[in-house]
T-cell receptor, first 113, second 116 residues
Framework: GNSVTQMEGPVTLSEEAFLTINCTYTATGYPSLFWYVQYPGEGLQLLLKATKADDKGSNKGFEATYRKETTSFHLEKGSVQVSDSAVYFCALRGGGNTGKLIFGQGTTLQVKP | NAGVTQTPKFQVLKTGQSMTLQCAQDMNHNSMYWYRQDPGMGLRLIYYSASEGTTDKGEVPNGYNVSRLNKREFSLRLESAAPSQTSVYFC???????????????FGDGTRLSIL
């Protein structure tokens, strides 16, 4: 079945450091891929998405490229801020018409000033 | 913009008690979902409703029931709460998949449920 694996956290960085959070997936067909962010005490918000191979999703300085050859969708940001501290979830949506998402386990990012 | 509204935000129950978590969305979405979030396990789908009048089991449906009351509302019921159901519960909604299905899900702020 479909699955998503994220790197273990927590990830602790200093402000302005480069961020990479790894995400790999297993899926049949051509899934859509998403990154969601969860700030403390809140629900999940869509951060970015990509719907086909080689698509690059981007938002708020974050980027991720859909790599079908390596089944990966790694999240990157060139210079993190304290306000980026949150939990990040990689997710995929497979075929069919249900819209169901499969989530990774989440990666906690802590950015120190 | 209300989006997806969940009630209550917090609840403490005793083992064996029952309760219903409420969810309503004002985006005219057809599909709605209930997830639970546990440490180190991400979000797992409990039940979903692809459209008004339909419901289907997700990954972890045991111990739960759902009702799609109308297009706006999708409730989750615990008939006899167990400590293993202590979790944070999230409701989400979206448009159904079309084409490559890039419609995102919109989430509520969650219900933090503790069962003693």
């Amino acid at each position: 079945g479909n699955s998503v694996t994220q790197m273990e956290g927590p990830v602790t960085l200093s402000e302005e450091a480069f961020l990479t959070i790894n995400c790999t997936y297993t899926a049949t067909g051509y899934p859509s891929l998403f990154w969601y962010v969860q700030y403390p005490g809140e629900g999940l918000q869509l951060l970015l998405k990509a719907t086909k191979a080689d698509d690059k999703g981007s938002n708020k300085g974050f980027e991720a490229t859909y790599r079908k050859e390596t089944t990966s969708f790694h999240l990157e940001k060139g210079s993190v801020q304290v306000s980026d501290s949150a939990v990040y979830f990689c997710a995929l949506r497979g075929g069919g018409n249900t819209g169901k998402l499969i989530f990774g386990q989440g990666t906690t990012l802590q950015v120190k000033p | 913009n209300a989006g997806v509204t969940q009630t209550p935000k917090f609840q403490v129950l005793k083992t064996g008690q029952s309760m219903t978590l409420q969810c309503a969305q004002d985006m005219n979405h057809n599909s709605m979902y209930w997830y639970r979030q546990d440490p180190g396990m991400g979000l797992r789908l409990i039940y979903y409703s692809a459209s008004e009048g339909t419901t289907d089991k997700g990954e972890v449906p045991n111990g739960y029931n759902v009702s799609r009351l109308n297009k706006r509302e999708f409730s989750l019921r615990l008939e006899s709460a167990a400590p293993s159901q202590t979790s944070v519960y999230f409701c989400a909604s979206s448009e159904p998949m079309t084409g490559r299905g890039n419609q995102p899900q919109h989430f509520g702020d969650g219900t933090r449920l503790s069962i003693l």
